[in-house]
């Protein structure tokens, strides 16, 4: 006698909670790493090309719906962060498609040598999620917070990309909450006259709870 599996159903019904509760928390939490990945990610434009670098901009984009019509590609080279944006640019250049890297500030400007060529095509986008330094540390167990995990784990800095972009010719511009987020992110698309990057300051303090608290309201 065959007995009908009500697997496919639970798996669903828990599916479905889990997106109830997903955007319940989102609606609730403040400017972040998590909430900026909620507004950039439905914002990328259909058919284009999506590239993620290491560590913390993939964690965070897994836990989004993407346009299925958008490709996406992330590199993962040694301690996880070397050549995104290298990668980055050479897919730019090998393919038709409108192309955006979404990058942690460690990670770009580990690989910051990328942009000294005369080959990045003119609408290629670069979002910099700057929260101070490799914020992944944050999340792991057995972070303390004092100057051997701040200077050799987190690498905590106060850099931005500005004089990097001008220096390479870029179009820069910053956002630091919501609405300015919304609102760079319409300018960044709107022009293609040369390569942009839009630097995202986010609360270096304030990610690592905000990500942990997520998992614990998913439950």
């Known amino acids: ?5 009500d697997y496919f159903d639970k798996g669903q019904a828990i599916k479905k909670l889990r997106r109830i509760k997903h955007q319940r928390y989102l609606d609730k939490i403040p400017f972040s790493d998590l909430k900026a990945f ?3 990610l439905p914002n990328l434009p259909k058919n284009s090309m999506l590239q ?10 897994q836990l989004f719906d993407i346009d299925p019509s958008i490709t996406v590609y992330s590199n993962r080279g040694t301690s996880g962060i070397d050549g995104c944006t290298s990668t980055a640019v050479g897919a730019a250049v090998g393919s038709t498609k409108q192309t955006t890297l979404i990058a942690g500030d460690i990670g770009f400007l580990y690989d910051s040598n990328a942009l000294w060529n005369n080959y ?3 609408n290629f986008k670069m979002i910099l999620i700057n929260n101070g330094g490799g914020g992944i540390f944050r999340i792991l167990p057995g972070h303390q917070e004092n100057k051997v995990f701040n200077t050799f784990f987190e690498t905590s800095h106060c850099l931005t990309a500005e004089h990097l972009a001008k ?7 910053i956002a630091s909450d919501e609405a300015s987020l919304t609102s760079k992110l319409d300018d960044l698309y709107a022009q293609n006259e ?8 986010t609360p270096t303090l304030q990610n690592d709870k905000i990500l942990l608290q997520y998992f614990k309201e998913l439950v």
Request: aromatic share 12%; no cysteine; charged share 20%.
């Open 38 to 40: 909620e507004i950039i």
């Open 120 to 122: 990045i095509p003119k």
């Open 194 to 201: 040369k390569p942009s990057i839009l630097e995202v300051f």
């Open 52 to 61: 993620l670098s290491n560590s913390s901009p993939i964690r965070y984009a």
């Open 167 to 173: 220096m390479y010719g870029l179009e820069y511009s």
């Open 1 to 5: 006698k065959m007995v009908l599996s």
